[in-house]
């Protein structure tokens, strides 16, 4: 165990350099300049030269990377060339809306996916298992937007049971109103991850259904429901695990999607926002940022992984 | 495309079932308005598009910037009224010399900043040498080119000297280059020491901003208590929010989101003009479009009240010059008329054919236009394709390097036909006599004078199809019963809500 978690260490923190090489080289690759688009169309060409030297976007990227990876490496982001902000501060604010929305989310599609994932493979051959199977097959095809936009209408616009966007003004200084307004951006992104992960439930289920040793289970006198629900379900978790681990990725673009559709002031807004004013400084630092979160529940859910898997753990 | 236009369609599919569900669940009878009845508590939300990305007008451009913090918290010496006139701010009066080369500013002796303070000369002084600066880099530095000097005779009088005289001097000073900050004020970016009826109460980014009156103002104050920017991009989000009450007003709102609201008897609608022109540009330096009859059988081939029908607002210009100017001139619109065969003949004679250009246009800017531009060049024979690109990419390849052959830009500033008399800006049109009518309006003794030259210049813009004018800025501003005192005219620049109040 020792050696298998200083291996997986030492692999998230190559992951980790190499993540943050190629989020600076892709974003040298975006046509644009920061310093363009701070002094606006009105600007003299001096003027611009005058604060690109200000920015220190003139200098060669090796420097500018160096400069960059030092600061995050002490845990100063720095401050927002463009807004002056805390760059850190910034992400941290925004984090406590986007945080509370994914774990919401995941925690309703595993609710509702894990159940109706094992009853549709129970069920399989009967038509109420065609039913959930094709429902969400459904809740796969519709876009995200378009669910978020429907709930919108239908609970804020014409029910008035909830707010139709944004997030209250005092944060999470109103508990109550800042739930509140998590509700419908959290189910619209449940119903896109629990559809997927409802598939991959039902499938699982499936795959173990057809095992020897559940076969043993029931010769040994247990039902069906029970050799399902006592050994059946435990084996089963094990891939759907690793899939919760790669759908906190898709997680993560969804949020972007459903903030913008009730324009919460989350992490998903602000990458979009400062992506699209080239304030590269912030970018970076938010995308490596989320990246290494992505990378560590990855790591979490191999440990994860060993710990629910008894098989695995004499294995390096 | 294809993916963006799908999710359009979405959005209207949504905006339609909004439409169908409020039409039948909204009369409850109440809409009797009382309206004059202001409530002094009231805090009044106002739906805006675009967040401003600092609060500090020194150093980053915007127009966002200017929406909300000019005239409600910051102010110039001089600012502009409803009408767009030009009227004393924190200068009480101002005398100008009869060769038009000082100008002397009284100051409001009651003015102060918001730390209680009194506005001095001396604080003058200092705000706009730093935007003298050579190393200065306040996005409308321009307006302050031909000041030679800035001094204080004494506490509460200013005086500016040029060296040349300046017929858009004051209009200049009613814009950013004019603010008057505290002597040594720092942390503009997201704080404020400003001079204006309203104090920044909460800057929450990515979501919204609160203005909060300023009791101790100095003139008449605010009508409202609060008045919170609520920032929502997406239109849909902004219908839903306003729908479901948390909106009071939405500002130069897409023509197609109004008619729920035009049926919707809790809203009232208001129409005003702004000062955008939304212009085809040419690269007029390179390629075919360096031909000036290529140029012209552009304008000729795309029917403008066409345009305006299908996007739903607009008014026709026809030259650089929207109907806010003072030198505005109607008669622009009958050059080069639509005319799809003209057009045809005029491509003939120039002896080309099968023409294609390339398109490249900001993303933030509805589809349609476009669209609606390369569907009328293709009756011609014109083959457009349309490039869509982030803005930053956009001020990159087109604006500084000109790498283009035509593009759609709404160019919201007033008074800006000096952009057709820069050679090196992104249209690359180069009319010696164009840049000597601006050079010589910027000297004229009257306004008079200035607006005649400015009009000759515009004309001549117009006849040589420097650039095409597809439609001149309309606003439409729906309003929740009751609300009043909303401005009508160009509100995407410049938002004072000194008078926004609500029952």
Redesign the interface.
């Known amino acids: 165990m020792i050696v298998f978690l200083a291996r997986r260490l030492a692999l998230l923190l190559a992951s980790l350099v190499l993540a943050s090489v190629l989020v600076f080289l892709l974003l040298r690759l975006?046509?644009?300049?920061l310093a363009?688009?701070?002094?606006?169309?009105?600007?003299?060409?001096e003027?611009v030269a005058?604060?690109r030297e200000?920015l220190g976007t003139d200098r060669s990227p090796a420097t500018q990377y160096l400069d960059w990876i030092s600061g995050v490496v002490t845990g100063d982001l720095g401050r927002s060339p463009?807004?002056?902000?805390s760059i850190g501060g910034?992400l941290a604010?925004?984090l406590s809306v986007t945080v509370p929305l994914a774990v919401f989310a995941i925690v309703l599609a595993v609710a509702l996916a894990v159940p109706a994932g094992i009853l549709a493979a129970a069920l399989h051959r009967r038509r109420a298992g065609t039913v959930i199977s094709v429902v969400s097959q459904i809740g796969i095809a519709v876009?995200t937007?378009?669910v978020g936009?429907?709930l919108?209408?239908v609970f804020?616009?014409?029910l008035?049971w909830l707010?139709?966007?944004?997030?209250p003004?005092d944060?999470w200084d109103e508990p109550g109103r800042a739930l509140e307004s998590l509700v419908l951006p959290a189910v619209t992104l449940a119903l896109a991850e629990g559809a997927v992960l409802l598939r991959y439930v039902r499938s699982a289920t499936l795959e173990v259904l057809h095992e020897d040793w559940l076969r043993t289970a029931r010769a040994k006198g247990l039902t069906r429901t029970q050799a399902l629900l006592r050994h059946g379900v435990r084996n089963a978790a094990l891939s759907v695990v690793s899939v919760l681990g790669l759908q906190i990725a898709t997680l993560l673009v969804g949020a972007i999607v459903v903030e913008?559709?009730?324009?919460l002031?989350?992490a998903g807004?602000?990458l979009v926002?400062d992506?699209?004013?080239?304030?590269l400084v912030a970018v970076q630092s938010e995308v490596l940022i989320i990246s290494a979160a992505v990378l560590i529940a990855g790591f979490t859910i191999d440990v994860a992984h060993r710990l629910i898997d008894p098989r695995l753990r004499g294995a390096r | 495309m294809s993916a963006l236009r799908r999710l359009t369609g979405l959005a209207a599919l949504s905006l339609a079932a909004t439409l169908a569900l409020t039409s039948c669940g909204s009369d409850d009878g109440d809409s009797t308005g009382n309206s004059g009845r202001a409530n002094p508590d009231a805090t009044v939300t106002v739906r805006l598009r675009l967040e401003p990305t600092s609060l500090d007008l020194t150093t980053v451009a915007g127009a966002a910037l200017d929406q909300v913090l000019l005239d409600n918290v910051y102010q110039g010496l001089l600012t502009r009224d409803a009408d767009d006139k030009i009227v004393p701010a924190l200068a009480s009066d101002y005398v100008v010399a009869p060769d038009g080369l000082s100008y002397t500013f009284t100051l409001d002796p009651e003015a102060t900043f918001h730390d209680g303070s009194p506005v001095t000369a001396a604080d003058v002084v200092w705000s706009y040498e730093r935007v003298l600066d050579p190393t200065s880099t306040n996005p409308n530095k321009a307006d302050f080119t031909k000041v030679a000097s800035v001094t204080a005779p004494d506490e509460k009088t200013v005086r500016i000297t040029l060296k040349q005289r300046d017929s858009n001097f004051t209009y200049g000073l009613t814009n950013r280059a004019g603010v008057v900050y505290k002597k040594g004020a720092t942390g503009l970016a997201d704080s404020e020491n400003g001079t204006g009826p309203f104090t920044l109460e909460k800057w929450q980014r990515g979501a919204s901003l609160t203005l909060a009156r300023y009791e101790k103002y100095r003139g008449d104050k605010a009508k409202a208590a609060k008045v919170v920017f609520r920032y929502i991009p997406d239109d849909n989000a902004a219908n839903n929010a306003t729908l479901s009450g948390d909106i009071d007003a939405l500002t130069a709102l897409d023509p197609k989101l109004l008619p729920p609201y035009q049926s919707n008897q809790d809203f009232t609608i208001q129409e005003g003009v702004a000062s955008d022109k939304l212009v085809l540009g040419f690269n007029n330096s390179s390629g075919p479009l360096k031909d000036v009859r290529v140029r012209r059988a552009i304008r000729q081939a795309i029917d403008k009240d066409g345009f305006i029908k299908s996007y739903g607002e607009g008014v026709r210009i026809g030259g650089p010059v929207a109907p806010t100017d003072p030198w505005y001139d109607k008669s622009l619109t009958s050059i080069d008329e639509y005319d799809p065969a003209a057009a045809k003949k005029l491509l003939a004679e120039a002896g080309v054919s099968n023409l294609k250009l390339s398109l490249t246009v900001a993303n933030f800017y509805p589809s349609l236009y476009a669209e609606y531009v390369a569907s009328q060049l293709e009756q011609v024979g014109i083959t457009v394709q349309i490039k869509s690109v982030p803005f930053a990419s956009w001020l990159d390849s087109v604006y500084t390097k000109a790498d283009y052959q035509l593009s759609i830009v709404d160019h919201a500033e007033a008074r800006d036909i000096a952009n057709w008399a820069n050679p090196k800006y992104y249209f690359r049109y180069d009319n010696k006599a164009v840049q000597k009518l601006v050079a010589d309006a910027g000297l004229a003794a009257t306004d008079a004078e200035r607006d005649d030259l400015l009009k000759q210049a515009a004309k001549q813009v117009s006849e040589d199809a420097a650039s095409d004018f597809l439609s001149g800025g309309q606003i439409h501003t729906v309003l929740r019963k009751g609300v009043e005192g909303f401005p009508k005219n160009s509100t995407s620049s410049r938002l004072n809500v000194v008078n926004l109040s609500k029952p």
């Open positions: 975006l046509p644009g300049d363009q688009v701070i002094a606006g169309t009105q600007a003299t060409p003027a005058a604060l200000r463009l807004s002056g902000a910034e604010e925004k876009p937007l378009w936009l429907v919108a209408v804020a616009v014409q008035h707010p139709a966007q944004g997030f003004l944060g913008t559709v009730f324009n002031p989350g807004q602000l926002r992506v699209g004013n080239r304030d």
